[in-house]
């Protein structure tokens, strides 16, 4: 949140974009725009039709409106990750940003997704701002999943671990653009960044056992990594076999190791 003094300059509605954009300001309220448009609350939408036209603003929640940079005007807003943190702030939600979205910004992506799946402490609606698709869902146990800060243009972002983002990956087949590509973003994950055996052992209860197992034998399947801390957690568990893909039958070779049953190939690029 920006707070506008009484005595700073008021601005033109047709400048307020670049004024923004050149302090740094990577979101305004509807009350601060007023502020500093000199404008009552009430004509703001008004007053921003047409530079919210030209594109110069999104709104990507009500009553929250972020300036665009221009060479992000033609694509309708800026990506996803220059807008996250001022609309979950706006929303009051925690969150982070996961799944494939979390694995480009982790380097661990051959192309950057469409959509940007984003877990959240609460109900959060889908919405679509320019170019940029933000699903959202609701997490319990998100508060004990760790996550780090990414820097975008607009300020810092927050997004998934490597070991959270690869488990999400393993849990959410169908986020994930289906197994094969699950598998080979977790691997290239591994090989960009790596994966901590100790981290993945101690997130695993927060995680279904398929989930586990599955970043497990992909891991050691495709990469040199063995996952040691972690096999001795699926050993110790009572659990029948999981499947290697969630929507296929219970049959195939059953991998002991990881009590995993190998219900179908998995090609990784």
């Known amino acids: ?3 506008i003094s009484g005595d700073a300059p008021r601005v033109r509605t047709a400048q307020a974009a670049d004024w923004a954009l050149s302090r740094g300001v990577a979101s ?4 601060e725009l007023g502020d500093l448009l000199a404008a009552p609350v009430s004509q703001v939408p008004q007053r921003m039709a047409s530079p ?9 929640g009500r009553g929250l409106w972020v ?15 220059e807008i996250i943190a001022a609309l ?4 009051r939600a925690d969150y982070y940003i996961g799944w494939l979205a979390a694995a480009a910004a982790h380097g661990a992506a051959h192309q950057a997704p469409q959509v940007t799946h984003v877990a959240v402490s609460r109900l959060v609606r889908d919405r679509q701002v320019g170019r940029a698709v933000l699903r959202f869902h609701s997490r319990e146990n998100m508060h004990a ?28 087949i169908s986020l994930s653009g289906g197994l094969d590509n699950a598998a080979t973003v977790i691997a290239d994950l591994v090989d960009e960044v790596g994966l901590d055996d100790e981290i993945l052992a101690g997130l695993a209860h927060l ?51 990881w009590r995993l049953r190998l219900n179908t190939a998995v090609e990784v690029e």
């Open 28 to 31: 305004l309220t509807t009350a």
């Open 145 to 172: 999943l760790p996550v780090t800060k990414k820097m975008g243009r607009s300020g810092s972002y927050v997004v998934s671990t490597p070991e959270v983002t690869a488990l999400d990956l393993a849990s959410n």
């Open 67 to 81: 300036p665009v940079p221009p060479e992000f005007r033609g694509w309708g807003g800026p990506p996803a990750s």
């Open 88 to 91: 979950m702030s706006h929303l």
């Open 52 to 60: 919210k036209r030209r594109g110069e603003w999104v709104t990507p």
């Open 207 to 257: 995680f279904s056992d398929a989930a586990v197992r599955r970043v497990g034998w992909i891991v050691e399947r495709f990469t040199a990594q063995r996952l040691d801390v972690m096999a001795a957690y699926v050993e110790n568990r009572p659990c029948g076999p999981a499947r290697l893909h969630p929507a296929f039958s219970l049959t195939g070779d059953l991998d002991e190791r």
């Open 1 to 3: 949140m920006v707070i």
